[in-house]
């Protein structure tokens, strides 16, 4: 029994690891990005930008983690029964999603006035109605995605994946530095830099119809649609439902950042303006600080995607072995690292935020809204890896109500705090919603899986955080004493300074959480560079203690 899990284990991996890579680059990729536009564009610039880019980010997740994902699970089941069923699948899903995202290409982009009209910059309709064009790549990217992934063929979609975001950030950088140093305005370079969503999609279909046209067999692919595909007895409406729904729910976890953003693009601007706190220029430049959490928090939370990619497969196959005890172990194993790197990433960048600020985005402007933004970096780990546990198990429905729930919270939050609170209320919705969203994920998985999912590691993680905090805050002000410099010098004694921070802070922090026995070998495995980290403190023979214990 053990053999065989052994092994179903390695080859689920085997699969999952290249998207798993994929996606971890890409994730760093569409983060880092932001921090160089920033500094191109100015906070005019990357306010004009975040407006728009939450339509594109809700595409980008559902052709890369929605519906390709759906679609190879159908092609996989069918695969079993008759050999052409897949093509209509393929048919059906391409013929629907073609529909229902031309559909909303032409609602966005003869709407993107009113849409502008209810942000409150009539300006914005230029880049929505270049964003729109990004929707038209949905379809062939999720067919042909899912296609590969249902032939058990990763290579494509990772490719795809890597080469759409390359040229995307290329496109952006390159762009908005030409149309901004010839005297274009601030809107017509951001509508350049969106036009990377369209370069982007176009490199990752020619990537896979390249993968395509290697496959002998697929070049007759067009015509067996309409002769084999329709010849079989597969539902169409149950294929519809089942890309629609679940296609949907599985990267609910991942959409949740995206709908938030795309709340305050839909509020904070006018909120900021209307509250009369704020003129025209300067809610700009406030919603263009605010966006530069955005960057942060992804790049905060690239262990928990790492985790989420990986869990789903994973759990799914032991449910299948109904190997419950497998499940507990993983559940708790992955809220535990989710926790623990979430927490210390969360405090870690509370206590150099200014210095980061700073060497990042030429100023500390916002630093204590992005010191709030930063909680959410815990709460997303938390959330990410909780969705991908109970998707694991076959409840897709409940992270999507969950979701929902926060998205709601956070829109009510945002009309009552924004008006007396300004760019921090903003940032208090946002923590305050996706709190109630961890509860929820959390409250579920204990209670469906009987399993206790926070106990005295917690109090041990908190701890190693405050004693990083303090390490973190003596550091900083020996330096400053030490050069006898003012509170924020240059741009590159900032650097220095985040740079050895994160380094210190980091050793700290691991140090404190494994001599504490916080982290087991297993568990110190999965974070990055964990195997060093082990050899490094020692703890590569020290006797596994057991997660029933806590």
Not at 302 to 331: G, H, W
Not at 342 to 362: D, E, P, R, V
Request: charged share 10%.
């Amino acid at each position: 029994m053990e053999n065989t899990r052994e092994f179903i284990e390695k080859q689920i991996w085997k699969s999952a690891l290249i998207l798993t890579i994929a996606g971890i680059i890409t994730k760093i990729l569409s983060a880092a990005y932001r921090i160089p536009f920033q500094n191109i564009a100015g906070d005019i610039g990357f306010y004009i930008y975040q407006q728009v880019y939450p339509f594109y980010g809700i595409a980008l997740i559902l052709a890369t983690y929605g519906f390709p994902v759906i679609i190879s699970k159908l092609i996989a089941e069918q695969m079993e029964e008759k050999k052409d069923a897949p093509f209509k699948v393929l048919l059906v899903a391409f013929v629907f999603l073609s529909i229902f995202f031309i559909g909303l290409f032409l609602i966005l982009y003869t709407g993107a006035e009113k849409i502008s009209y209810w942000m409150g910059d009539m300006e914005l309709s230029v880049p929505l109605k270049v964003v729109s064009f990004s929707l038209l790549f949905v379809p062939i990217l999720s067919v042909l995605r899912g296609y590969f992934q249902g032939q058990n063929n990763m290579t494509p979609t990772a490719i795809s994946q890597i080469g759409e975001q390359s040229i995307r950030v290329t496109t952006i950088l390159v762009f908005t530095y030409f149309l901004l140093t010839n005297g274009y305005s601030s809107y017509i370079g951001a509508a350049g830099a969106v036009f990377g969503s369209i370069t982007g999609g176009f490199c990752a279909v020619i990537i896979l119809f390249y993968f395509w046209t290697k496959m002998g067999k697929n070049r007759k692919f067009i015509f067996s649609l309409s002769v084999k595909g329709t010849s079989t007895n597969t539902n169409s409406l149950s294929i519809i439902k089942a890309i629609t729904v679940q296609g949907f729910t599985i990267c609910i976890g991942s959409l949740f950042l995206i709908l938030l953003q795309l709340v305050d693009a839909m509020t904070l601007y006018s909120e900021l303006v209307t509250s009369g706190d704020f003129s025209l220029n300067e809610a700009k430049v406030a919603k263009g600080i605010f966006d530069r959490g955005q960057p942060l928090i992804q790049l905060g939370t690239v262990v928990a995607t790492s985790l989420s990619l990986t869990l789903v497969p994973l759990i799914s196959s032991a449910k299948v072995r109904n190997d419950f005890a497998y499940i507990k172990e993983q559940v708790q194993l992955s809220i535990r690292v989710s926790v623990i790197v979430g927490l210390g990433a969360t405090l870690g960048l509370i206590a150099i935020i200014k210095s980061t600020n700073y060497m990042l985005f030429t100023n500390t402007s916002g630093s204590y809204t992005l010191a709030i933004l930063a909680i959410t970096i815990l709460f997303s780990s938390i959330v990410m890896t909780s969705a991908a546990i109970l998707q694991g198990v076959g409840k897709t429905l409940a992270p999507a109500y969950f979701v929902l729930i926060g998205v709601v919270c956070k829109i009510i939050l945002n009309y009552i705090f924004i008006p007396y609170f300004g760019t921090i209320g903003a940032a208090l919705a946002t923590v305050a919603a996706y709190l109630l969203t961890t509860v929820f994920h959390v409250r579920a998985l204990t209670k469906m899986l009987h399993v206790q999912l926070f106990s005295g590691y917690t109090r041990k993680a908190l701890f190693a955080g405050v004693c990083m905090i303090i390490i973190l805050f003596s550091y900083q002000l020996l330096l400053h004493e030490l050069f006898h410099l003012p509170e924020m010098g240059s741009r590159l004694f900032a650097t220095f300074q985040s740079l050895s921070a994160v380094m210190i802070g980091g050793f700290i922090y691991i140090l404190i959480v494994v001599k504490t026995n916080v982290l087991s070998e297993e568990e110190l495995s999965l974070l990055p560079f964990g195997s060093k980290l082990q050899l490094l403190i020692g703890k590569r023979n020290k006797k596994r203690y057991s997660l029933k214990e806590e």
